[in-house]
């Protein structure tokens, strides 16, 4: 994620009204934007992979599974942004204005570490994603190995966290009531030695 040039500061409401206009999508919190960078192959095979599984786990079930087209607002935070795979189960809730085009509440969240971005996804990001009051998990997958990382939030709020590394782990989606495999999530991923 980078900074656009230095600008005056935007609304959320300037900010929504450029980003609805936009073919490229950016963040925003505490008055400034910054532009997302495109996806590696690598990238999008996983993030296709993980929606596919979802919505044929989602079949005759109140869950949904959205891409990265679908913008988040961390409503207690401020920031505006575009995870690669948000769930809700239930009703799906948006930001109170006339799209519906900005979810609040989530159940799973998923990113897909980038190297740009690695730190960020693991560090700033979650702290702004654990405000979210209903976000049960938040699940990191690395896309240069077969490797992930599970935050499930715990009755007192804290998060615990469950690491599964290698072709054969499953990742129990607790929340959700399912699983995803790593050989499924790495279906078609060729990784570089």
Known sequence: MT???????VTPDEYLSMERASEVRHEYHDGEVFEMAGASEAHVI???????????????????????????????????????ISVVCGKAEFLEDTNPDTLINPTVIFEVLSPSTANYDRGDKFEHYREI??????????QDKK??????????????????????????LLSLSCSVSMSDIYDKVEFTT
């Not at 490797?147 to 129990?172: H, K, M, S, Y």
């Open 3 to 9: 900074a656009l040039p230095k600008q005056t500061m």
């Open 133 to 142: 009051d209903s976000l049960k998990e938040y699940v990191l997958i690395w």
């Open 147 to 172: 490797r992930a990382a599970r935050f499930t939030r715990q009755p007192d709020n804290t998060w615990l966290l469950a690491d599964f590394i290698g072709e054969d782990a499953v990742i129990d």
């Open 46 to 84: 996983i993030c296709w992979n993980i929606s596919s599984m979802l919505h044929s786990m989602f079949k005759g079930r109140p869950c949904k599974a959205y891409l990265s087209d679908m913008r988040l607002h961390v409503t207690s935070t401020g920031l505006y942004t575009y995870p690669d």
